[in-house]
């Protein structure tokens, strides 16, 4: 079992900048692939960004040269960095991984960017 805890939301203004955490805990092998998805009201879960274990990054359009994901291996951690915040960016975020072919998800952490 993997256990997957986010922290670091919050309520900004539009311009603002917030840093997401993710923990992974539990039997935790070798990770390659991380990523943070998104869901706002109405709306299905969108992917934000992954990264493998090397450290590389992918994001949706939406949010780049304005996210940056990276992560820490040793401590099985995974950051998102969030800045020129905009009202649309407004939702909450989840950690996720895939394990054995199973996959993991946090609890949600919410953000909020007030215009």
């Known amino acids: 079992q993997v256990q997957l805890v986010e922290s670091g939301g919050g309520l900004v203004q539009a311009g603002g900048s917030l840093r997401l955490s993710c923990a992974a805990s539990g039997t935790v092998f070798s990770i390659n692939v991380m990523d943070w998805y998104r869901q706002a009201p109405g709306k299905q879960r969108e992917l934000v960004a992954t990264t493998t274990r090397f450290g590389s990054g992918n994001y949706a359009d939406s949010v780049k040269g304005r996210f940056t994901i990276s992560r820490d291996n040793a401590k099985n951690m995974v950051y998102l960095q969030m800045s020129s915040l905009r009202p649309e960016d407004t939702a909450i975020y989840y950690c996720?991984?895939?394990?054995?072919?199973?996959?993991?998800w946090g609890q949600g952490t919410q953000v909020t960017v007030s215009s």
């Open positions: 996720h991984l895939k394990q054995s072919s199973i996959d993991y």
